[in-house]
C-alpha cells in the first residue's frame, strides 16, 4: 500500500523567516495530495492541496509543489508568522480510492 | 453549520469496558472515517465507510467496530478497552470523487484507558 514520508518532525523558524516541510510516497498511482493544520486541542484542517496534473499551487504565503518523477512534493510557508506555530500534515490519495494516508507531522514554531 | 461533530470531547475508561464514540456530519458526505493519532505516529485510519451500510477496514482496525446506518453518522465502537487504545480519535467526511474532495475533521475524542 501507500507509504508517506514526512520530514523533519519538528521545524523551529523566526518570525519572517521562510519553512519548508518535505514529503515522499511510495505509490505512483497516488494523484492527489492535501496539506492539513492541526492547532493545539483542534482537528485538522485543509490548507492547500494538489493535484497530479498540477506542478506547483499558491495561496497568498503558502505554496506545494509536487515532483511526480521523484514522488516527492513539499509545502512552503514565506513570511512566517507565530500563528502559523501548528503541526503540519501531509497526505496522499490514490485515483479511485478515498483513502487518505498520511505523514507523521511536522511541529512548526515561529519564534517571535 | 456544524460540520463534523464529535462526542465525547474526553473520555477515560477502565479495561475491559465498552464504549461508543460518536461522530456526526451535516454536510452529507457519502464518506466518512475514522482515524487515532498517537505521538509520532501521524494520523491512522481505523474504519472507514462510502455510504450507509457499507463499511471496511483500514490500517489498524482491530478492537474497533463501526456501523453506518444513516448518512449522517459514523459511530466507533471499542468493545473492550485496552490501555493500547489511550489515543486522539478524530472523524473525517468528505463527497465521494470528483473534484471537491476535501475531508473536514471533527475536533477530536481524547480517550484514556486506565
Known amino acids: 500500500g501507500e507509504n508517506v514520508e514526512q520530514h523533519p518532525s519538528t521545524l523551529s523558524v523566526q518570525e519572517g523567516d521562510s519553512a519548508v516541510i518535505k514529503c515522499t510516497y511510495s505509490?505512483?498511482?497516488?494523484?492527489?495530495f492535501p496539506w492539513y493544520k492541526q492547532e493545539l486541542g483542534k482537528g485538522p484542517q485543509l490548507i492547500i492541496d494538489?493535484?497530479?496534473?498540477?506542478g506547483e499551487k499558491k495561496d497568498q504565503r503558502i505554496a506545494v509543489t509536487l515532483n511526480k518523477t521523484a514522488k516527492h512534493f513539499s509545502l512552503h510557508i514565506t513570511e512566517t508568522q507565530p500563528e502559523d506555530s501548528a503541526v503540519y500534515f501531509c497526505?496522499?490519495?490514490?485515483?479511485?480510492?478515498?483513502?487518505?494516508?498520511f505523514g507523521k507531522g511536522t511541529k512548526l514554531t515561529v519564534n517571535p | 453549520n456544524a460540520g463534523v461533530t464529535q462526542t465525547p470531547k474526553f473520555q477515560v475508561l477502565k479495561t475491559g469496558q465498552s464504549m461508543t464514540l460518536q461522530c456526526a456530519q451535516d454536510?452529507?458526505?457519502?464518506?466518512m472515517s475514522w482515524y487515532r493519532q498517537d505521538p509520532g505516529m501521524g494520523l491512522r485510519l481505523i474504519h472507514y465507510?462510502?455510504?450507509?451500510?457499507?463499511?471496511d477496514q483500514g490500517e489498524v482496525p482491530n478492537g474497533y467496530n463501526v456501523s453506518r446506518s444513516t448518512t449522517e453518522d459514523f459511530p466507533l465502537r471499542l468493545l473492550s478497552a485496552a490501555p493500547s487504545q489511550t489515543s486522539v480519535y478524530f472523524c473525517?467526511?468528505?463527497?465521494?470523487?470528483?473534484?471537491?474532495?476535501?475531508?473536514?475533521f471533527g475536533q477530536g475524542t481524547r480517550l484514556t484507558v486506565v
Open positions: 473525517a467526511s468528505s463527497y465521494l470523487g470528483g473534484s471537491d474532495t476535501e475531508a473536514f
Open positions: 454536510m452529507n458526505h457519502e464518506y
Open positions: 465507510s462510502v455510504g450507509a451500510g457499507i463499511t
Open positions: 494538489i493535484r497530479s496534473n498540477v
Open positions: 505509490d505512483s498511482a497516488s494523484n492527489y
Open positions: 497526505a496522499a490519495r490514490k485515483g479511485g480510492s478515498e483513502k487518505l494516508v
